[in-house]
Nanobody, 119 residues
Framework: QVQLVESGGGLVQAGGSLRLSCTAS????????MGWYRQAPGKQRELVAT???????AYADSVKGRFTISRDNAVNPLYLQMNSLKPEDTAVYYC?????????????WGQGTQVTVSS
């Protein structure tokens, strides 16, 4: 089991910045990949950025050059630095952890943190 707790969301004007944090507990040694996803009202949850245990990162095209995913050590804490925010970035942001157990990929999610960007 892995528990994830996000923080750092809030209300910001367009062009502003926010930093989200995610702290993991439990079987963190088994985590393979961590990432951030978001879900806007009426839309499906979408990938924002991921980082593997080896440090390889990947980003959605919509956030490349504006968002940066990082972490302090191998897993914890996980951060998402969001710059040049746009109203279309408004969503609930979720921290995700993936680990492999008995050859099965398991997904764990945080409770989500609201990010609202005003125009």
């Amino acid at each position: 089991q892995v528990q994830l707790v996000e923080s750092g969301g809030g209300l910001v004007q367009a062009g502003g910045s926010l930093r989200l944090s995610c702290t993991a507990s439990g079987r963190i040694f088994a985590i393979n990949t961590m990432g951030w996803y978001r879900q806007a009202p009426g839309k499906q949850r979408e990938l924002v950025a991921t980082i593997t245990s080896g440090g390889t990162t990947a980003y959605a095209d919509s956030v490349k050059g504006r968002f940066t995913i990082s972490r302090d050590n191998a897993v914890n804490p996980l951060y998402l630095q969001m710059n040049s925010l746009k109203p279309e970035d408004t969503a609930v942001y979720y921290c995700n952890a993936k680990l492999i157990s008995s050859s099965i990929m398991l997904n764990y999610w945080g409770q989500g943190t609201q990010v609202t960007v005003s125009s």
